[in-house]
């Protein structure tokens, strides 16, 4: 928890808690609270709610979000009780003290039901949940449903106004709008009085983040690199070419005069990325630089530890101007040298935006054979360590694409995607595939 008043990001918290507070005053009836906000903000807004899911919340509402997938509304409510007690089930292993003491019961209970329509039962997980509370009976439990994958709005909408009707008086949910595009305007309509709407005027996060990053010794190579980061920022959403370029070469004066490796490298990186929209080969010859100090730097591990990032920049620079099957070179080159260095969490990673390129340009079979590099060392790794990863998508990928795998192997993969991932497995990594070809519905930043 931050304690500092002076800090920007502890004074834009306490500034939602002011306006969640006023917005709350008097309201008692309702079952859905809609937070609209700037996309921009969303970090902070991140922030406030898993402070006031702690301890130390100011507000009277106690607020648990949940990023689960709405594949469609038959399965959604057992999934949210599976992903709720699994969740809870990993919090125990670092805070055994936990209060809820029927959570085994219900884990139980949700493993032997059928997923189909389980409202009922996600009903009773809440309701057992918020009596562990040391809140209950005095604040509301508010479940805030943000999903990662949404598979159409007006299904999750109808699936939200369903579920409204037979929420108990003290738990709500809690659902986060956009000022550019309001997606649940239509609902909140529908709800009336049942519905408190609460509007955050812009927290000015790149304020805050220009606050945090200028703080420091002035003579720090590291303070004086982020200094100039936040004025090529400035320039960069004016379009001031020439400004950005002066400020370029300054930032790498800084980072080789700093006579650290690891520094220069970073401002290479930088500075290409701000470059990454004008597609005229500055951004490209940057990389480049950047990448031949990696390869010359191997020994110093600090320099080591970026290569992958500024693989991955060329890679993605190149996939952005058009050169798409160089793009999958330096993909291959980054996986390669992850698997070189057994970096799997990155590897994984890598992979996901060989599937993104494949897909778009119709080259699943080169992907594929690409993603088969993988496979050999994820059969070293426990399957709770793949569980929150890619796995699924890249496993989907290649049991669809990939025409040279044998029954066996692909039998092999669909079991151990059942055993980490459940049996609808299958659908949910379909849907990210789907996703992934066509344009999301607005896309909302994951909370944890």
């Known amino acids: 928890m931050v304690s500092n008043e002076h800090n920007p990001i502890a004074e834009r918290i306490g500034k939602i808690q002011a306006v969640w507070k006023s917005n709350m005053a008097g309201e008692s009836a309702y079952k859905l609270v809609r937070l609209v906000i700037r996309e921009a903000d969303l970090p902070i807004v991140n922030g406030f709610l898993k402070l006031e899911s702690s301890p130390y919340g100011k507000i009277e509402e106690t607020p ?46 949700v493993k032997e039901a059928e997923p189909i329509q389980q409202e009922t039962l996600l009903l009773s997980v809440l309701e057992s949940f918020s009596q562990s509370l040391p809140s209950y009976g005095q604040n509301m439990l508010l479940l805030g449903l943000v999903p990662r994958l949404l598979c159409g709005y007006e299904l999750f909408e109808k699936w939200l106004g369903e579920f409204c009707k037979i929420l108990p008086s003290h738990i709500a949910l809690l659902v986060i709008d ?68 002066d400020l370029g070469e300054r930032l790498l004066d800084i980072g080789r005069a700093s006579g650290q490796p690891s520094l220069w490298l970073y401002t290479y990186i930088v500075y290409a990325g701000f470059l990454f929209r004008y597609k005229d080969g500055q951004a490209l010859a940057l990389l480049d630089k950047g990448i031949t100090l990696c390869d010359s730097h191997q020994s110093d591990s600090s320099v080591a530890a970026m290569s992958v990032t500024a693989y991955t ?39 996901r935006n060989i599937i993104t390129i494949s897909i778009l340009n119709s080259t699943q079979e080169t992907g594929s054979m690409l993603l088969y590099k993988l496979l050999p060392h994820l059969s070293t790794m426990e399957d709770e360590s793949l569980k929150h990863t890619d796995f699924a998508l890249i496993a989907a990928f290649l049991l669809s694409y990939d025409k040279n795998m044998t029954k066996s192997g692909r039998q092999d993969i669909e079991e151990r995607m059942k055993r980490i991932y459940g049996e609808s497995w299958a659908s ?21």
């Open 64 to 109: 648990v979000v949940m990023l689960t997938d709405f594949a469609d509304s038959q399965t959604f409510a057992w999934q949210l009780c599976n992903d709720w007690l699994e969740e809870y089930s990993r919090a125990l292993e670092q805070y055994p003290q936990l209060p809820w003491k029927e959570h085994t019961q219900y884990l139980t209970k």
């Open 178 to 245: 956009y000022t550019d595009k309001e997606v649940y305007s239509t609902l909140a309509s529908s709800l009336k009085e049942q519905c408190v709407t609460i509007r955050l005027d812009s927290l000015d996060m790149e304020g805050a983040y220009n606050d945090l990053l200028t703080q420091g010794n002035p003579e720090d190579p590291n303070v004086k690199i982020r200094k100039v980061m936040v004025e090529m920022g400035k320039a960069a959403s004016k379009d001031q070419r020439g400004k950005l370029d």
């Open 313 to 351: 920049y060329k890679a993605s620079y190149l996939n952005y101007i058009g050169k798409h099957e160089e793009a999958l070179e330096w993909f291959e080159k980054t996986l390669d040298y992850c698997l070189l260095h057994n970096d799997i969490i990155n590897a994984i990673g890598v992979c």
């Open 428 to 448: 949910q990594a379909t849907m990210q595939l789907q996703q992934i070809k066509t344009p999301k519905q607005p896309n909302i930043d994951e909370f944890s």
